[in-house]
């Protein structure tokens, strides 16, 4: 039986890396929400103009945005347990 855990401290640059990694998780929230901002002025105004289009279209992109951030927001625990799971075969 042979028992590798991951390793921290093997190469040099991991802790930049986790910094790095920990950046973009905030730039793409910060996209998440911006695009939630867009999507629901989008929705309005094409609630307000009659545009049944445009509103589908603002919808949509509420949705997905909301998505985004969910996964952004998980991506850790969602590897964590996935490790859990591939460790458990």
Do not use: E
């Not at 950046?23 to 929230?29: E, F, R, Y």
């Not at 307000?48 to 998505?67: D, E, I, Q, T, W």
């Amino acid at each position: 039986m042979i028992d590798i855990p991951p390793n921290s401290s093997g190469l040099p640059g991991i802790a930049a890396l986790r910094t790095v990694v920990g950046a973009v998780m905030t730039v793409g929230l910060i996209l998440a929400v911006l695009a939630l901002i867009v999507s629901a002025v989008v929705w309005a105004y094409g609630a307000n103009s009659s545009n049944p289009h445009l509103a589908g279209r603002g919808k949509v992109g509420v949705l997905v945005s909301c998505g985004a951030a969910i996964v952004c927001g998980a991506s850790v625990a969602l590897v964590n347990f996935f490790w859990g799971v591939g460790q458990s075969v």
